[in-house]
């Protein structure tokens, strides 16, 4: 293991409402496990990662409504934890607008908290999928055919002319307000699924994008995760493959695969240098069969919610790194553990039984070098007894929901139902990652 300065310490950062994003968990053992101390900025004091037994403290998120007013906010919660944990402190966003609050804030941070060198301008050129659809664009980088309507009749002429079904994403997932039901992606199937998304605008906070999709398949989903260290030097940098997915063809990670993709590689290699990149990156391309591309679909700057995939045999992962290099401590090579599972238990269970009998190609002679689960692990039992209970409550509460769906369709008309009073569950937003 590389030897880290454990004088100082690390503030994860999450304002994403969501209890089950298991890379909040996975950022804290790792660095926890490294004898880094580690506090967490959450959306609750019973949230699975405060569990952690390597998580100090935990310290909630700001509640606010406002993204603006979120990253004001934030920054002003920050300042007043510098106090508490000691300075200079490792700060490590785990979800877009995290990301993009602590850029914006960077000047008045850098006397308490290390990051990199990053500007919100940067990350919006990536974070947003409009953007990153003009940024593919203009460095020639296949992207899908990405159409932005202004009307809803536009966006079913464009919808159309794109071919159904048709991929929809919000440009600013990171605004779409929680218990709407509304997703950063979803595939829509007729022109009435897209003219009632694009209704919807106002209420997303952002523009809808109508992409064209890319045929799924088996093998065709891969992402690339790293650390653009301070000099650029981008040594821990790997690719991996995923075998699961949900929802199925446009979700995250449900089981990943470690495996070699020279091109794809050498695609974000081109990209970070484009950009002048720093800091962490998790990027998501689709293999086009038809014509041999492998086409950029995201590009979130922060860990992914599966960079622990990526450990090597040494524990050298992203987070780890962003710890070494700013604190001044050189990044050894990142050595590759080629075979290397990740499986979200929760998500791997949906997949699953969404589709039972689907079958991923693998290589016959690809080494096995271990599986690591999202939630469970044996030094760290607590997390996965936390989430199996909030997943009970959420899986119920959502089949209460359908249930009455139900009900409601198929009473007769003029008849009065009953329904029993709503289980107080905590509410949750599944994210992509």
């Not at 877009?96 to 990350?123: G, K």
């Not at 003009?134 to 071919?163: F, K, N, Q």
Request: net charge positive; with cysteine; aromatic share 6%.
């Amino acid at each position: 293991m590389p030897s880290f300065d454990t004088r100082v310490p690390a503030v994860l950062v999450r304002l994403d409402r969501n209890p089950f994003h298991h890379g909040t968990l996975g950022a804290a053992r790792s660095l926890g496990r490294a004898g880094i101390p580690v506090h967490a900025v959450l959306e609750s004091l019973t949230s699975p990662a405060a569990r952690s037994r390597y998580v100090h403290g935990v310290h909630l998120r700001p509640d606010t409504t406002s993204p603006d007013d979120e990253a004001d906010a934030l920054a002003r919660r920050l300042l007043r934890l510098a106090e508490e944990v000691r300075a200079p402190a490792l700060l490590v966003p785990l979800d877009d607008i995290s990301a993009l609050a602590l850029a914006a804030h960077r000047t008045e941070l850098t006397d308490r908290y290390l990051l990199p060198d990053q500007s919100s301008e940067q990350l919006v050129r990536v974070a947003d999928k409009a953007e990153l659809a003009e940024t593919c664009r203009a460095l020639s980088l296949p992207h899908p055919r990405t159409e932005i309507p202004t009307s809803a009749d536009e966006a079913a002429v464009m919808a159309w002319s794109l071919g159904l079904p048709v991929v929809t994403k919000w440009s600013r997932p990171w605004l779409l307000p929680p218990g709407t039901g509304l997703r950063s992606t979803s595939i829509a199937r007729s022109l009435a699924e897209v003219r009632a998304l694009f209704a919807r605008t106002g209420e997303a906070g952002s523009r809808l994008l109508l992409q064209r999709l890319l045929p799924p398949g088996r093998d065709l989903d891969w992402f690339c995760h790293g650390y653009a260290d301070s000099d650029g030097g981008c040594a821990a940098r790997a690719t991996g493959l995923k075998e699961r997915s949900w929802p199925d063809g446009a979700g995250l990670t449900a089981v990943g695969r470690w495996a070699a993709n020279p091109m794809v590689e050498r695609m974000t290699g081109d990209l970070l240098a484009a950009l002048g990149y720093r800091g962490v990156f998790d990027l998501d391309f689709r293999l086009d069969r038809s014509t041999g591309a492998y086409h950029l679909l995201d590009f979130n700057p922060r860990p992914g919610a599966q960079f622990r995939l990526f450990a090597d045999g040494d524990g050298l992962d992203v987070v780890r790194a962003m710890h070494l290099d700013l604190t001044g401590r050189p990044v050894p090579a990142h050595t590759p553990a080629y075979g290397r599972r990740f499986v979200v238990e929760n998500y791997a269970a949906l997949s699953v039984l969404a589709s039972p009998r689907r079958r991923y190609a693998t290589e016959p002679d690809a080494p096995h070098a271990g599986t690591e689960t999202a939630w469970f692990a044996a030094d760290d039992p607590a997390p996965t007894l936390s989430m199996a209970r909030a997943w009970l409550l959420h899986v119920l509460r959502k089949g209460l929901v359908t249930f009455r769906r139900l009900l409601r369709s198929g009473r007769p008309r003029g008849a009065t139902v009953v329904s029993p009073p709503a289980a107080r569950t905590p509410s949750s937003q599944m994210n992509r990652r």
